[in-house]
């Protein structure tokens, strides 16, 4: 089984930042692309930000030059780094990755559990 582990979230005050981690584990044989989702209340999910496998990265226009994706390939965990947040910025915050699994090498799209990343003063 192969799971995604999220933790970062929380409340904040305007202009200021947060760092979300997730952590991929289980039957691993190696991670492509991951990205950061969100969702607000009332509003479809919408990507926040990818990163490939190779470190090539892509930003919603709404968080391109306020975040950061990054991730460590050996800890299979993919960061956030959130800065200068708004209160537009407030929503249940999603990892995702596209897993490929040992033994089978079966392909696999997977979710974290949602983390809440409120933006308030």
């Known amino acids: 089984q192969v799971q995604l582990v999220e933790s970062g979230g929380g409340l904040v005050q305007p202009g200021g930042s947060l760092r979300l981690s997730c952590a991929a584990s289980?039957?691993?044989?190696?991670?492509?692309?991951m990205g950061w989702y969100r969702q607000a209340p009332g509003k479809q999910r919408e990507l926040v930000a990818s990163i490939t496998s190779g470190s090539t990265t892509n930003y919603a226009d709404s968080v391109k030059g306020r975040f950061t994706i990054s991730r460590d390939n050996a800890k299979n965990t993919v960061y956030l780094q959130m800065n200068s947040l708004k209160p537009e910025d407030t929503a249940v915050y999603y990892c995702n990755a596209a897993v490929v699994r040992t033994i089978t090498y079966s392909h696999l799209s997977i979710w974290g559990q949602g983390t809440l990343v409120t933006v308030s003063s």
């Open positions: 289980g039957r691993i044989f190696s991670i492509n692309d």
